[in-house]
């Protein structure tokens, strides 16, 4: 694969990323307020500025990951119908608790991603260990976010 091949793909698997996460945000701008800041949160809830840089940084690092993958010729392209599954599937929190208000979905949902993202590394880590590796932190915050919204279901 030519280098500019692998640039454009590299482009293309972040712009995805980034799409996929779009509709997503789309609806929290829509129907986040005033709900959200009405319910009750843990002390442990960061603040609103944290989001941001934390997942522009994991969907960056996803998309790395999976290019790596796509790059390497033992690549197995079942690998990239999963990706995409999962970040549908990622996109579709937002929907669940900021657009519908469904804490418990949401949680249900979380739990599927961290799923699907243990499944992926497994994956990665025969073809690319450096792709299982970069998916470590987002496993991490994964795991942040479902206790986090265990708590807000908890307490609403």
């Known amino acids: ?6 640039v454009i793909s590299l482009l293309i698997f972040t712009l995805l990323a980034f799409g996929a996460s779009a509709w997503g945000s789309y609806v929290t701008n829509l129907y986040k307020e005033p709900w959200y800041s009405m319910i009750v949160k843990p002390s442990f809830n960061p603040p609103e500025w ?3 840089p934390v997942w522009i940084t994991l969907y960056i690092a996803m998309s790395v990951a999976i290019w790596l993958v796509w790059i390497n010729p033992k690549r197995v392209e079942k690998i990239i119908y999963i990706y995409f599954i999962h970040l549908l599937i990622n996109g579709s929190w937002s929907i669940f608790f900021f657009g519908l208000h469904l804490i ?8 599927i991603i961290i799923f699907f993202v243990i499944w992926l590394m497994k994956l990665y880590y025969p073809i690319n260990k450096i792709s299982s590796y970069l998916m470590v932190p987002y496993l991490l915050w ?4 479902f206790v986090l919204n265990f708590y807000i279901f908890i307490l609403n």
């Open 142 to 145: 994964l795991g942040y976010a």
């Open 1 to 6: 694969m030519s280098l500019a091949k692998k």
């Open 50 to 52: 944290v989001f941001a």
């Open 104 to 111: 418990l979905a949401s949680l249900i949902i979380i739990g």
